[in-house]
């Protein structure tokens, strides 16, 4: 459940982005709620969130049916806050065994989506090996790192040669190294 606090003139705006995003019921808070909010905010929105991952279903690898999904305290730097709520994710892919755990946000919603995210790029690498995206992706970075550090080695044998050809770093330079 997410508390939202907002002006009455952005109410609206929040209705809008909210149902675009969630299927959820989004009615007026509970009284008790507002004798605790400060007398600035003149408006307030209970927002009860259960995202509806049928839509973002259509690029994952896997169905729903096959997740085993359980939420588990959280644990790291954070203080107290971190170590008392259940927003960490464990998620299992049952037919592989595969499993992830996301603790990244404070936020329950977005550390499910971030679950099934990394259980999608895992399921992929398993699948396709060599031909997946993170194996392609990784591919690249290291090609890029290899053609910068050559670049950056030719520069200096030329810088190099230059220096000896033109006798500006005395008697003791006279040979490039490679």
């Given at each position: 459940?997410?508390l939202?606090?907002?002006?009455?003139?952005?109410?609206?705006?929040?209705?809008?982005?909210?149902?675009?995003?969630?299927?959820?019921?989004?009615?007026?808070?509970?009284?008790w709620?507002?004798?605790?909010?400060?007398t600035?905010?003149?408006?307030?929105l209970?927002?009860?969130?259960?995202?509806?991952?049928?839509?973002?279903?259509?690029?994952?690898?896997?169905?729903?049916?096959?997740l085993?999904?359980?939420?588990v305290?959280?644990?790291?730097?954070?203080?107290?806050?971190?170590?008392?709520?259940?927003?960490c994710?464990?998620?299992?892919?049952?037919?592989?065994?595969?499993?992830?755990?996301?603790?990244?946000?404070?936020?329950?919603?977005?550390?499910?989506?971030?679950?099934?995210?990394r259980?999608?790029?895992?399921?992929?690498?398993?699948?396709?090996?060599?031909?997946?995206?993170?194996?392609?992706?990784r591919?690249?970075?290291?090609?890029?790192?290899?053609?910068?550090y050559?670049?950056?080695?030719?520069?200096?044998?030329?810088?190099?040669?230059?220096?000896?050809?033109?006798?500006?770093?005395?008697?003791?330079?006279?040979?490039?190294?490679k």
């Amino acid at each position: 459940m997410l508390l939202v606090l907002c002006a009455l003139e952005d109410y609206f705006y929040l209705v809008r982005m909210f149902n675009q995003t969630y299927l959820s019921t989004i009615m007026r808070c509970p009284i008790w709620l507002t004798k605790h909010v400060s007398t600035n905010w003149t408006f307030s929105l209970w927002y009860c969130a259960s995202r509806d991952y049928s839509v973002v279903n259509k690029r994952f690898l896997f169905n729903e049916s096959e997740l085993l999904e359980n939420f588990v305290r959280g644990w790291g730097p954070g203080g107290q806050a971190v170590n008392k709520t259940a927003n960490c994710v464990v998620l299992r892919h049952i037919p592989t065994g595969l499993f992830v755990k996301c603790q990244d946000t404070r936020v329950l919603e977005r550390n499910r989506e971030i679950a099934r995210i990394r259980l999608n790029q895992k399921l992929d690498e398993l699948m396709n090996g060599e031909q997946s995206e993170i194996v392609r992706e990784r591919k690249e970075s290291e090609a890029k790192e290899r053609q910068r550090y050559n670049r950056s080695k030719r520069r200096l044998a030329a810088k190099l040669a230059f220096k000896v050809r033109e006798g500006l770093n005395g008697p003791e330079c006279t040979e490039p190294t490679k």
